[in-house]
């Protein structure tokens, strides 16, 4: 398995808008790559414009799919002036 952990700070005037737009990319993920497995949208109320992700592949190649599939970069475009910053990190092996 191939883990990616992403966390965004979203600016608060936007947070309202980008919540049911994560959730949609997360939920077509999941329907519509078969090599995403998981992905977890996590928010705490201490952290009010702070979203972090928690998504597992096959693989990089399934990752890179993902990245490459049209309703993620419908997502991505949509939400960009939402975002004041976003950290991506990668994990090439997962223990189960």
């Known amino acids: 398995m191939f883990a ?14 980008f919540m049911p737009l994560m ?6 993920s ?3 790559e078969p ?3 998981q ?3 996590a928010t705490d109320p201490a952290r009010p414009g702070e979203v972090f ?4 592949y096959d693989n990089a ?3 890179d799919a993902h990245l490459a599939s049209a309703h993620f970069k ?19 092996k997962v223990l189960q």
């Open 74 to 92: 419908s997502f991505d475009a949509t939400v960009a002036d939402m975002i004041t910053e976003k950290s991506v990190k990668t994990y090439g």
């Open 39 to 41: 992905f977890d949208i």
């Open 53 to 56: 992700l928690y998504e597992l």
């Open 23 to 28: 959730t949609e990319n997360a939920s077509t």
């Open 4 to 17: 990616v952990v992403v966390t965004f700070s979203i600016k608060t005037e936007h947070l309202a808008a």
């Open 61 to 63: 190649a399934a990752f």
């Open 35 to 37: 090599g995403c497995h």
């Open 30 to 32: 999941l329907r519509e």
